[in-house]
């Protein structure tokens, strides 16, 4: 009786909350089971807070799983532990740990206790979706049908939706897409009876989605593609914002905008990593891929399957393994490794067919076909296209069907038979026009046009390259135009007309440099991308091994706290002395400074009185000698006022620098007995007191080392070699791996240093170490994330250091590079870092500039002087 209890107390704060679909109602529950002290009701809220923070925080959601499991076995109460082991196996499918999901799936079953009939047909349609990613079909058909039985066709309306959805989309997965609308009405006829739960409506009309574009009617698709990603704006779903992103994608794709196609597929990305669902993580890996499969960048392509192939592999995805097998083919094909090629589709084809994909095994055969036709084995190359014709044609989709014809055109054109090989593409193009598939009609257009010239029918051949043409800018289809100016040249060449052939070679020329600008700022989002997922996986490690440390740290016990009084005091001397020292250092160092702006002043007047005089000699010509003479006397006066304040400045230089290190040892000392005392002390507070000792040094040693840098910059004789940035920047990352821990900052490098670098090592230490520590020191708080990058080429390299911090209000701005000056009063340093950092680039000849805006972190970006610059070719395209 209390289970119902509890369960209709969920229902009710369910139903409270579902307008506000972005925050869980788990936290009403939660307040719930902060009242009640019945282990049973805890038990069946904790598997409802779990369950309900699956898609918001999946570790958290785990951690009330098996908290309501541990409850329920130390109360011996059945029914909740089987709750709980479905909840727990719900979670394994979420992280796409299937095997493990069936166990819990699988034990919960076997559990002789009662639940009601629409938790039980949860169980079973949980099990029918596990079987469905893992590609077995049958058993997921079986277990959908069980989970109907139990819940009845009158019962929980939000579980049949679902039941009902996992049926289409089985049957959509395997293109049977009249079964598939059939149980998605079902689907929605249940679903909509929750008018307010729109989770269960979002995923229907997604398969809607797909369906429909499997039958290539677009319009509907786009429609209840544009209402699922319409509803996920006001309704958030991580994993819904996924496909509304890939959809996004592949909507580009079709329209030929490739650049828009991989923005969308990075942002899905993005979003996988913070919903940790594998299957969706692969096919954002397969879109990618795809993306750049077109835009022939193979070796990103490759690498993106690559990666999705490693989690199919691992998760038992099959469907999901062979379709990775088969693209990995494709690009292979286009690389000319037939030998890869061919070993890929035969794993393809062994688990298509095993698994039942008409489709995907109709796509292994267009593959091997047009491999046997770039190895000239043309006989071979046809069979294979009719088999898959053949399976294509009983699918229903033009589209497909109109792929094998174009391709079999190409084995005509190669073996002479121009006429037929003309008749298939024209067959071709009239399933694309009927269709309206505009990048495929570019395509055909041009590949037509490129036959006519063959064939010496110039004029239609012309007549097709402008509709070509046409299409491509309505597409807005760069590469499609790309191919198009290279006909127009080869057309106006077989005609005579060599000017215009000129002409639209320097289109083509022009063009193609284009796209490959465009490219390059593709691969470095996408290297970006990959850099983010590497650093959260040494995250988690670096977080694992901190806990440890700590839990080591919590076994040390109290001991000799007359030593810890002793050194503590000592140590308070110390830092006492260094103070002074510091503070005699600073002022030296500002009388200094002021030496040298009064000096500046005196070059100024003097060059005022040098002008004043020069205008004078023109009217005075008669006391040109006298002029010239004061002028000579005041130019030797200079020289010995200028030698004498060079020689003061080298003298200051000279103690200042021996001052600085004779400061250095005893502040040394002091680091080193801070040290020992914390090797030898036990007493957490004492151990506290010698910490912020040790802190203070280690601020005094800074500072030492800046004032030290500042006389660096200002007399060092530069020796240039070769500097190799990424080996420099990490040394300095090391020196500031304490802060760095502390703060838990994110670091992101991007180095490219493919030519050396020759300049002034220690001048570019000087430059990156300040310029790293001043972005660590102003990091957010709660985020913090600093990103480095380097670029060396033939001219200069460009290092940017950007920080995630506050930013810099705009009424400080010009004087960010001063001597002292701290835009911030709650920041701690002594705003020498970027006036050092600052000199130093000058010293070098570059340039340092910077962009901040407040709230929104900085960038440092500083540019000195240095010099390849290589591009690739795209290759031919080919239909799938």
């Known amino acids: 009786m209390k289970y119902f209890q509890t369960i209709l107390c969920s229902l009710l704060l369910l139903a409270a909350h579902f307008g506000a679909a972005q925050k869980p109602f788990a936290d009403s529950l939660k307040q719930v089971l902060a009242q009640t002290n019945d282990p049973k009701i805890k038990v069946d809220l904790l598997c409802d807070i779990a369950h309900d923070l699956f898609d918001f925080g999946d570790s958290v959601a785990v951690h009330y799983a098996f908290q309501a499991k541990k409850l329920a076995e130390e109360n011996n109460y059945q029914s909740g532990l089987k709750h709980a082991l479905i909840v727990i196996g719900f979670g394994n499918f979420s992280f796409g740990d299937y095997q493990l999901a069936l166990e819990n799936f699988y034990t919960a079953k076997k559990i002789k206790a009662p639940l009601p009939g629409k938790l039980v047909g949860y169980n079973l349609m949980l099990m029918g979706s596990t079987y469905r990613n893992l590609a077995l079909y049958d058993s997921a058909e079986y277990y959908y049908k069980e989970a109907i039985k139990a819940i009845g066709e009158r019962g929980d309306s939000y579980y049949l939706g679902l039941i009902y959805w996992g049926l289409a989309y089985k049957r959509a997965i395997l293109w049977q897409n009249n079964d598939a609308l059939e149980y998605l009405k079902k689907a929605e006829f249940y679903a909509a009876q929750k008018p307010k739960d729109y989770f269960v409506l979002m995923n229907i009309w ?91 960048q193979y070796s990103l392509a490759i690498q993106y399957f690559l990666e999705g192939l490693k989690i199919s592999e691992s998760k038992g995805l099959q469907f999901e393994t062979a ?10 094909k286009d690389e000319l490794s037939f030998a890869l090629a061919h070993e890929y589709l035969n794993k393809s084809e062994l688990i298509r067919s095993t698994i039942g994909d008409k489709l995907g095994l109709s796509d292994c055969q267009n593959i091997r076909a047009l491999v046997f036709f770039l190895q000239k084995e043309y006989d071979k190359s046809m069979i294979e296209f009719n088999k898959s014709l053949a399976i294509r044609k009983t699918l229903g989709n033009e589209l497909k069907t109109m792929a094998i014809i174009s391709n079999m055109a190409l084995v005509y054109e190669a073996t002479g038979k121009d006429d037929l090989a003309l008749n298939y593409q024209l067959q071709a193009l009239s399933i694309e026009e009927k269709l309206d598939s505009k990048l495929n009609m570019g395509i055909s257009y041009n590949s037509i046009s490129l036959l006519m010239i063959k064939m010496k029918r110039f004029e239609e051949a012309e007549s097709y390259l402008k509709k070509a043409y046409d299409l491509s800018l309505t597409m807005d289809a760069k590469t499609l135009r790309r191919n198009i100016y290279l006909n127009y040249a080869k057309l106006f060449e077989a005609t005579g007309n060599l000017q215009k052939a ?146 003061a400045y080298k003298e200051l230089d000279t103690f200042f620098y021996r001052a600085s290190h004779d400061f250095r040892r005893p502040i040394t000392t002091f680091m080193g007995l801070a040290g020992v005392a914390k090797i030898t002390v036990k007493d957490p507070v004492s151990l506290e007191l010698f910490e912020k000792v040790n802190e203070t040094a280690t601020n005094l040693d800074k500072m030492l080392h800046k004032l030290q840098s500042i006389s ?169």
């Open 712 to 880: 660096d910059v200002g007399s060092q004789q530069m020796v240039f070699k070769e500097v190799f940035l990424k080996e420099l920047i990490e040394e300095i990352l090391n020196g500031y791996e304490v802060q760095i821990q502390q703060k838990r900052v994110v670091i992101s490098l991007d180095i490219n240093e493919q030519i050396p670098f020759i300049s002034y090592p220690v001048m570019i230490r000087i430059i990156i170490e300040n310029l790293i520590e001043n972005a660590i020191h102003f990091a957010s708080f709660e985020t913090p994330s600093v990103t480095i990058k380097a670029l060396v080429n033939n001219m200069n390299a460009v290092i940017e250091v950007h920080d995630n911090g506050q930013g810099i209000m705009d009424q400080y701005k010009p004087r960010i590079f001063e001597m002292y000056f701290r835009a911030n009063e709650h920041s701690k340093g002594n705003g020498l870092g970027l006036y050092i950092a600052h000199k130093a680039v000058e010293k070098l000849s570059g340039r340092i500039y910077f962009n901040s805006q407040y709230g929104s972190g900085s960038s440092f970006i500083v540019e000195l002087p240095n010099g390849e610059n290589k591009k690739s070719d795209a290759k031919h395209r080919f239909l799938n």
């Open 502 to 647: 000129i002409v639209f070679r320097d289109k083509y020329e022009l063009l193609d440099d284009s796209i490959f600008s465009e490219s390059s700022s593709i691969k470095l989002a996408e290297m970006q991308a990959l850099y983010q997922v590497e650093k959260k996986e040494q995250e988690i490690r670096l977080l694992d091994h901190q806990k440890k440390t700590q839990e080591t740290e919590l076994e040390y016990h109290r001991k000799l706290a007359a030593q810890q009084r002793f050194i503590i005091t000592l140590s308070l001397a110390t830092i006492v002395i260094l103070l002074f020292a510091a503070t005699i250092v600073f002022r030296y160092s500002r009388e200094m400074t002021r030496a040298n702006q009064g000096l500046q002043r005196l070059n100024r007047e003097v060059n005022e009185q040098k002008e004043e005089i020069q205008a004078q000699s023109e009217e005075l010509i008669e006391a040109s000698e006298a002029i010239a003479n004061i002028n000579k006397e005041l130019e030797i006066k200079i020289e010995d006022r200028t030698s004498e304040l060079k020689q």
């Open 323 to 332: 379709d990775l097998y088969a693209r990995l083919a494709w690009v292979y």
């Open 206 to 296: 997604d398969i809607y989605g797909r369906v429909y574009s499997q039958l290539l009617d677009y319009e509907k698709a786009d429609f209840y593609f544009k209402k699922m990603c319409e509803q996920e704006k006001r309704t958030p779903y991580f994993l819904l914002k996924v496909k509304c992103l890939l959809h996004e994608s592949e909507v580009a794709i079709r329209k030929g905008d490739f650049a828009r196609a991989l923005s969308s597929a990075f942002k899905a990305l993005e979003v996988s990593d913070i919903y940790h669902y594998p299957q969706h993580r692969v096919q954002v890996y397969i879109q990618i891929g795809i993306i750049y499969s077109e835009l022939a």
